[in-house]
Each structure stands twice: as structure tokens, then as C-alpha cells.
Nanobody, 122 residues
């Protein structure tokens, strides 16, 4: 029900925009968000957005560089990532849950996408 796209290889300082298409009526009734995972490390919260888009939350490591948004008419959520750093390299997962606070924790996520890989490297 969640499908990510937009990952790829980018140089440090570059930008990418991830998209998450939600099907099955998931988007309008859910808080949405993004997690990321690096092999050997715990999956970590990146950003979340409330059902109507009025509330957003960010991990400290991405504040000021990433922007989360949603377009319910299109059934799509986005993550604009600017000033990318090598440390942002990870598999990025789209998530959905009851609200934007719930999806800040992995235990509060009801739906997970399969992930899209972001690689930041020279």
C-alpha cells in the first residue's frame, strides 16, 4: 500500500526528492513519515507529517535540510532532501500510522513501504 521512489546516487551537497505513493485509502486517514536504515544500525526516524499537513516533525540530524510534505489529492507524500551529507546514505522507508507523533516511533507505524536507497558519495 506504500511505494517509495526517487532514491539514487548524489554527491555531497546535492539534493533528492523522495516520493511515496499510498494506495488503499491510506493517505487521507493517516499520519505519514519517513524512517531510514543503515546496515548494522537501528532503523531511525527522519520526519513525519500530520493528516492535514499542519504539523511536521524532524530528527535533529535533518532539521533545516529536509522538508516533508503531502498531497492528498495525488495520494502522495514527499521528502525534499537538500544539502545531503555522506551520513544521509541509507535505505529510506515510507511509513503510515495513526498520527504524526505515532509514526515517530517504529512501534507506532502501521504500514511500511519497501524502501528506496539513497547514496551520498563522491
Amino acid at each position: 500500500q506504500l511505494m517509495e521512489s526517487g532514491g539514487g546516487l548524489v554527491q555531497p551537497g546535492g539534493s533528492l526528492r523522495l516520493s511515496c505513493v499510498a494506495s488503499g485509502g491510506v493517505l487521507p486517514r493517516s499520519g505519514m513519515g519517513w524512517f531510514r536504515e543503515v546496515p548494522g544500525k537501528e532503523r531511525e526516524f527522519v520526519a513525519s507529517i500530520s493528516k492535514k499537513g499542519s504539523i511536521t516533525n524532524y530528527a535533529d540530524s535533518v532539521k533545516g535540510r529536509f522538508i516533508i510534505s503531502r498531497d492528498d489529492a495525488e495520494g502522495t507524500m514527499y521528502l525534499q532532501m537538500d544539502m545531503l551529507q555522506v551520513e544521509d546514505t541509507a535505505l529510506y522507508y515510507c511509513t503510515a500510522g495513526h498520527d504524526s507523533v505515532d509514526v515517530m516511533k517504529a512501534t507506532g507505524v502501521d504500514f511500511w513501504g519497501k524502501g528506496t536507497l539513497v547514496t551520498v558519495s563522491t
